[in-house]
């Protein structure tokens, strides 16, 4: 399966997925690329053709200090970057965005704190300034340099600016936790969207409000798995089993049955 996808340009696209299995696509065909592991990928991003991020993991590995994984890419080859370890055990990673070259970030499938690259190494980023978050984050998204959001279980969106966090959606609390959200897509602080497994999309104002966008529930379709836009009146929002997109007032809805798990516009 292939569970991730980044494009550097329309004749440059990596996917990658089981097996460290990364494939490139010149615009003409797909090329499989050699990666120093057989460990899953679950994320690529990256800045150009020559600075790309990959991650990803295996939750059953054996060892407590091998189950995450870090790739980066130079234009030429896919190599291996050592990941951080929190207590003795490293984890896998489910997210990651690259807002520049010394500020990379990737979000862990088994913490709350979010690991970042800063132009030496990968740590793991528990300064959150006192924000009240647990569980996990599964998304991330950037606007420019100066903002950078997480979004994940508990219904939590957290948002960075000038290094400083703040909290501006979170609607549970405790060990267990129903509004999970899997994806975050960003055209300016007017146009932020994120979607739950079950199916709400959430939109955020100017004023850092979140207000409900896109209904959902457990009688309305699997949940959303990506968001991906042009504008803010044209805006894909990806489910198990549908397609919708939204004109900035109306959402129109297109069925399927199969399971497609990403997009790029």
Known sequence: DLLAAWAAGPDDLYAGGHGGVILHWDGASWTPMPTPTQKTV????????TNIWAVGGDAYADSMTNRSLILHYDGKAWKEVASPEYLGTTYPLNCVYAVEPNDVWATTDGGTWPIRWNGQKWDFHTDMNGVDVEGTFK?????GREHLFLAGS???IIHRFNNQWTLERKTQSGGFTTDLLMTLWAH??????AGSTWGHVVRRQADGTWSEVLGGGLFDGPGMVKIWGRSPTD???????SIR???GATVTTNSYSRRIRGNWV
């Open 42 to 49: 679950f994320a690529i991003h990256g800045l150009s053709p």
């Open 235 to 241: 805006v894909f929002v990806q489910g198990l089993d």
């Open 245 to 247: 997109h939204f004109d």
């Open 188 to 193: 300016d602080l007017d146009t932020v969207y």
């Open 154 to 156: 508990h219904g939590q």
């Open 139 to 143: 998304a991330i998204v950037g606007i």
